[in-house]
C-alpha cells in the first residue's frame, strides 16, 4: 500500500499560477492554464482538436517564430530546436489529446494560445530530456510565446488555415461546374419548357438550363477566390493591439518571409497592425461569400429537386440515382437526398454567416473578444458546404439524366410554344390558338396542324431555333 501511494505522488505534479496551485498528472502535456480553461469552458463539446487545420497553422506559426527568436539570440539552440521539434509533432496531427480546451472559450482566444503553448512547452521539454512541467529549462510563456500575443497570433493562423479551406472550397464549386457544364454539353439539344412564376412560358434548351447552372458556379469560384489575397495579409509582430511590444526590429518581416515559404504563397506584413487586429471585416466578407454561394446553390439544387419531382404525380423530366430508401411506410419511395441535403446546409450556414456578422459587429475597442466564434463559424462553414457540394456533384449531379419523352411531352402540350408561333403567325393568331387550346382541352400545336398553319416537324424546327440566342447561340 505504501508503494502505491508513492507511485501516485510521483505519477503528479504541481503548477502554480497568480490564482494559485493545480495538480496535474505527471506526463500531462497541458498545464495549470489549459485545466482552468477547460473547466471554465464547457459549451460546445469540441475542442481545439476539431479544428486540425488551425492547429496545424498555429504550430506552425510558432515553430517559425522560434527559428526567428534562435536566429535572433532570443532563445538557446537547444529551446529553439526542441520547439521546433515539437511544433512539427503538433503540426503533424500528434499530442491532440492535450489539446482540451472549448474551442468557443470565452476570450478572444487567449486559452487556445495558452493550451498550444503548453503542449509546445512541454513536449518540447521532453525532447531536451526534462519532464513535463520543468519550466525553468523552457517556459510555455516566456519560451515558446516569445514575442508573441493571442491577438496577433491567433488570427495569424486562422487567416493561413483559412486560405487553405476557401482554396479547397474554390476547387470543389469548379469541380461542379465542370459537372454542369458536361450537362449543358450532353443536353444541348432536348427541348423543355421554361418557367416563370411557375406557369408555362417558352421553349428552351435543357442544356441551356445547366449552362446557367455552370455560369453561377463559375462566377461563385472568382468571388471565393477574390478574398486569398486579404487574408494573405498577416497582422504578425502587432502583438497584443498593433503596438509590437515585445518584438524587436526585423521580427515580423522575417515571420513572414518564414511563413510565405511553408504556405507556397506570397504573404505580407499587415501596413496598420492597430487595424488588422482589432478590426474583424475581412471575415465577415468572407462568411457572407461562403453564404452567397450556399444559397445560391440551394437554389439550384431546389430547381432539381422540383424538375425531379414525381414520378408520377409531379414534374418528372428529371431522374436523379436512387442512393437510399425514402420513407419507412411508402415502400418505394426515393428522395433527392443529396440536393435537399446542400439547401440544408445553405441554411445551416445562413445561421454561422449570422454568428459571425454579429461577432464581427460587437468587437470593442483595440481587440475583438469574439474571435472564436468567427474563426469556429467559418470553419464549420466552409468544410461542411464544400462536403455538401462534393457530395451534390457526385451523387446527384454527375448521374442525372433527363426524361427526354416527358420533357418534350409538356412542352408540345402546354401553351409555351405560343411564343414561337407569334413569331410566325402575329400576336392576334396565336392568341386565338391558345384560347382555343384552353376551351377545347386539345394543345395548341394539335389545332395547328389540324388547320394546316405548320407541319408537326415544322413547328419543332422553329421551336428550336427561337431557343438559339442570335448573338450566342453560335
Request: glycine share 8%; with cysteine; proline share 3%.
Amino acid at each position: 500500500m505504501e508503494i502505491h501511494r508513492e507511485t501516485q505522488r510521483e505519477a503528479q505534479r504541481i503548477e502554480i499560477d497568480s490564482l494559485g496551485q493545480r495538480t496535474l498528472p505527471a506526463d500531462a502535456l497541458f498545464g495549470i492554464h489549459s485545466l482552468r480553461a477547460s473547466e471554465n469552458f464547457r459549451y460546445s463539446g469540441e475542442t481545439l482538436a476539431n479544428y486540425p487545420r488551425l492547429v496545424r497553422w498555429l504550430a506552425k506559426t510558432k515553430m517559425v517564430i522560434a527559428i526567428v527568436n534562435g536566429r535572433n539570440d532570443k532563445l538557446t539552440t537547444e529551446q529553439s530546436d526542441a520547439i521546433v521539434l515539437a511544433c512539427l509533432e503538433l503540426a503533424a496531427g500528434q499530442h491532440t489529446q492535450a489539446l482540451i480546451v472549448d474551442a468557443l472559450e470565452g476570450a478572444c482566444g487567449t486559452s487556445m494560445n495558452m493550451n498550444i503553448n503548453e503542449v509546445i512547452a512541454n513536449r518540447a521539454l521532453q525532447l531536451m530530456g526534462h519532464n513535463p512541467g520543468q519550466y525553468q529549462f523552457l517556459d510555455p510563456l516566456d519560451h515558446v510565446a516569445y514575442a508573441q500575443s493571442t491577438s496577433d497570433v491567433l488570427l495569424t493562423a486562422t487567416k493561413l488555415a483559412l486560405i487553405e479551406e476557401v482554396s479547397e472550397l474554390v476547387d470543389t464549386v469548379k469541380h461542379l461546374g465542370v459537372s454542369l457544364r458536361k450537362k449543358e454539353l450532353q443536353y444541348r439539344d432536348l427541348l423543355r419548357v421554361a418557367r416563370t412564376c411557375m406557369q408555362d412560358c417558352m421553349p428552351m434548351h435543357l442544356g441551356q438550363a445547366f449552362g446557367g447552372y455552370a455560369g453561377l458556379t463559375e462566377r461563385l469560384a472568382q468571388s471565393l477566390q477574390a478574398h486569398l489575397d486579404l487574408f494573405s495579409v498577416l497582422p504578425i509582430g502587432g502583438t497584443g493591439i498593433g503596438t509590437g511590444l515585445g518584438t524587436y526590429p526585423g521580427y515580423r518581416q522575417a515571420v513572414v518571409a518564414e511563413l510565405s515559404a511553408l504556405a507556397g504563397r506570397a504573404l505580407y506584413p499587415s501596413a496598420n497592425l492597430f487595424d488588422a487586429i482589432q478590426n474583424m471585416d475581412v471575415f465577415a466578407a468572407l462568411s457572407s461569400t461562403v453564404k452567397t454561394a450556399a444559397l445560391s446553390l440551394g437554389k439550384v439544387a431546389n430547381d432539381l429537386i422540383l424538375l425531379s419531382s414525381g414520378p408520377h404525380a409531379g414534374l418528372n423530366e428529371l431522374r436523379m440515382v436512387p442512393v437510399q430508401a425514402g420513407s419507412s411506410m411508402m415502400p418505394g419511395k426515393v428522395n433527392p437526398v443529396h440536393a435537399m441535403g446542400l439547401v440544408q446546409t445553405a441554411y445551416f450556414v445562413t445561421g454561422l454567416d449570422h454568428s459571425v456578422s454579429l461577432a464581427a459587429a460587437n468587437g470593442r475597442l483595440e481587440t475583438n473578444d469574439y474571435m472564436p466564434l468567427i474563426a469556429v463559424s467559418l470553419f464549420k462553414s466552409i468544410r461542411t458546404l464544400a462536403a455538401a457540394i462534393s457530395s451534390f456533384d457526385r451523387h446527384c449531379v454527375q448521374l442525372l439524366t433527363a426524361n427526354e419523352e416527358v420533357c418534350m411531352t409538356h412542352l408540345l402540350d402546354s401553351i409555351a410554344i405560343a411564343p414561337t408561333l407569334k413569331q410566325q403567325l402575329g400576336y392576334k393568331r396565336a392568341a386565338q390558338l391558345v384560347e382555343q387550346s384552353l376551351r377545347s382541352g386539345r394543345t395548341a400545336i394539335e389545332i395547328a396542324i389540324e388547320e394546316g398553319v405548320m407541319s408537326r416537324q415544322q413547328i419543332i424546327g422553329v421551336l428550336h431555333q427561337s431557343s438559339l440566342h442570335p448573338d450566342v447561340s453560335a
